[in-house]
């Protein structure tokens, strides 16, 4: 049925609707932007741990640094009055040898350079450089902000402070010669702590969880996610989180420990065999994104309807107007005198 006339506020929802279906064009070419960089995100590798070797590890230790170097075992301890450098028997666990740091001072990440091992202190500021065969203090380097984990790469340091950024250093004169900050799905990833450098990518613990990512120095994007949960003996008593990553380039094995752990691991890591365990809500978020494809497939669809719908009531509108102008031509020439107004004055 043929509405009796289109009156001035029908008009006016004509124009809404026109307005609003030029507002929806204008807006899908962002909407489109905002999607190609959801697709620009790289999403990691996902990966988890076997154990292929364990050994007993000094369960008072609070392990700040791991490292390996011409197939010894190095390893630093944190807490003031018990910070040491000590090197381990890789076969037993066994302290072989052992340096104490000034008590006021809090042992953090080592690294080697050369002969020579590096040392952090956290809020200290002095990166303490030792030879390796005798421990002896040769260098002490200065920086600002806190010390946590480090690394050698190339002829660079990479060290950690707790944050999402890593510093990369001269290994000589430990200038700062750059930064990155570290994304996980897109997301600033903070708590970086201990770091291993192996085959040109940067694994780091994440403080206070089971989790190591790896990261590519170039741009500090997470590329694998190893969940390293399940490590630690249920038994184990007085231990803390794990902490603590070496890679031995002449066996090309993987160890990792915790602080205060009575356990070292070797370890190998793979894909999951089977579905992953019950997530937390950070981990779902990460995951889910495999449905980010399907999610907007279907908001084009809904977007698409839509504009549909908009398109087909804009028709019927003109449509109707067009057909209410031809009635009132017709009622003028049928009733000239009252310019064909039926319903009178
Ligand atoms: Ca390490």
Request: proline content about 5%; hydrophobic content about 40%.
């Amino acid at each position: 049925m043929v509405p009796p006339c289109i009156s001035a506020p029908a008009l006016n929802r004509g124009a809404a609707w026109g307005l609003s279906l030029l507002i929806i064009l204008s807006i899908l070419p962002e909407m489109s932007i905002s999607e190609e960089s959801e697709q620009n995100v790289v999403h990691p590798e996902q990966l988890i741990v076997v154990i292929e070797e364990t050994i007993p590890h000094d369960s008072g230790a609070y392990t700040q640094g791991l490292t390996f170097h011409q197939g010894r075992l190095f390893e630093s301890t944190g807490l003031r009055g018990e910070s040491t450098l000590r090197e381990i028997n890789p076969d037993n666990g066994e302290v072989l040898r052992s340096i104490n740091l000034n008590e006021t001072e809090f042992g953090e990440g080592i690294a080697f350079v050369g002969d020579e091992v590096v040392m952090l202190t956290w809020t200290s500021g002095h990166a303490y450089r030792y030879l390796f065969d005798t421990f002896e203090l040769v260098g002490n380097h200065s920086y600002d902000g806190e010390g946590w984990g480090l690394c050698h790469v190339g002829n660079q340091l990479v060290m950690s402070n707790g944050s999402d950024e890593l510093t990369f250093r001269n290994d000589t004169t430990f200038e700062i010669m750059g930064n990155i900050n570290v994304t996980l799905n897109g997301t600033s990833l903070d708590n970086l702590n201990e770091l291993e450098c192996i085959e040109g990518l940067i694994y780091a613990n994440v403080y206070q969880t089971d989790e190591i990512v790896v990261i590519d120095p170039g741009n500090g994007v997470v590329v694998m996610q190893i969940d390293a949960s399940g490590l630690l003996p249920e038994n184990a008593t007085g231990a803390e989180v794990l902490n603590g990553i070496a890679w031995d380039v002449e066996s090309q094995s993987l160890w990792v420990t915790g602080k205060k752990w009575p356990v070292m691991h070797r370890i190998s890591l793979t894909v999951p065999s089977v579905e992953p365990p019950p997530v937390d809500d950070e981990t779902t978020n990460q995951s889910s994104n495999e449905e980010l494809p399907l999610s907007h497939s279907n908001d084009h669809l809904t977007i698409s309807i839509w504009l549909g719908l908009m398109i087909i009531a804009v028709i019927i509108l003109i449509a109707q107007q067009s057909a209410h102008q031809a009635m009132n031509l017709k009622d003028v020439e049928r009733n000239p005198r009252n310019g064909g107004n039926s319903d009178g004055d």
